[in-house]
T-cell receptor, first 117, second 113 residues
Framework: AQKVTQAQTEISVVEKEDVTLDCVYE???????LFWYKQPPSGELVFLIR??????QNEISGRYSWNFQKSTSSFNFTITASQVVDSAVYFC??????????????FGDGTTLTVKP | DSGVTQTPKHLITATGQRVTLRCSPR?????VYWYQQSLDQGLQFLIQ???????AKGNILERFSAQQFPDLHSELNLSSLELGDSALYFC????????????FGNGTRLTVT
């Protein structure tokens, strides 16, 4: 069975600090997909990034960057120079590759990030 | 705006009652998923439909059922409601099952009193 662990329940930083959100996953599949989602205080869940198990290249998008390390089964998310608007709950998710049209994403428990001005 | 529409936004009902939650997926998406988000259990996968057929099942109670109609909208039926069913219910859609990101609706907040 697959599992996603986000050990950090809550993180609080001051604006402009860098912050890293940890995600560790377990799966028996050799092909799988990892995602990060953001849930701001308004409640909607927003997709941030996808990574497949064959692509270990790190990715940077503006102030966001993701570090995928298959050797440690981790897919960590770093926000550089955090802003108040980054305050949200962040979820890491793992999708099984059953077949083309069936999928189930398992979510971690989420990390609540609070960025103080 | 994700393009996924969920109705109603809020629902308050009594124990023992039955409710129906409705979801319209993004245009072109054939997969619809239902998730339950509660404070003590996080985001739990309930069920997935692809083009009208059930494709994956998670921790969905027998009192709950879902279906996807020919126009691809989906309904989640919750019956014999208990206090513990109070939660935020999300619908999501995606292009395919396994490798496409989920696009979530704004959720239906169900309160059972």
């Amino acid at each position: 069975a697959q599992k996603v662990t986000q050990a950090q329940t809550e993180i609080s930083v001051v604006e402009k600090e860098d912050v890293t959100l940890d995600c560790v996953y377990e799966t028996r599949d050799t092909t799988y997909y990892l995602f990060w989602y953001k849930q701001p205080p308004s409640g909607e869940l927003v997709f941030l990034i996808r990574r497949n198990s064959f692509d270990e290249q790190n990715e940077i998008s503006g102030r966001y960057s993701w570090n995928f390390q298959k050797s440690t089964s981790s897919f960590n998310f770093t926000i550089t120079a955090s802003q108040v608007v980054d305050s949200a709950v962040y979820f890491c998710a793992l999708s099984e590759a059953w077949n083309t049209n069936a999928g189930k994403s398992t979510f971690g428990d989420g990390t609540t990030l609070t960025v103080k001005p | 705006d994700s393009g996924v529409t969920q109705t109603p936004k809020h629902l308050i009902t009594a124990t023992g009652q039955r409710v129906t939650l409705r979801c319209s997926p993004r245009s072109g998406d054939l997969s619809v998923y239902w998730y339950q988000q509660s404070l003590d259990q996080g985001l739990q996968f309930l069920i997935q439909y692809y083009n009208g057929e059930e494709r994956a099942k998670g921790n969905i109670l027998e009192r709950f059922s879902a279906q996807q109609f020919p126009d691809l909208h989906s309904e989640l039926n919750l019956s014999s409601l208990e206090l513990g069913d109070s939660a935020l219910y999300f619908c999501a859609s995606s292009e395919t099952g396994r490798d496409s990101p989920l696009h979530f609706g704004n959720g239906t907040r169900l309160t059972v009193t």
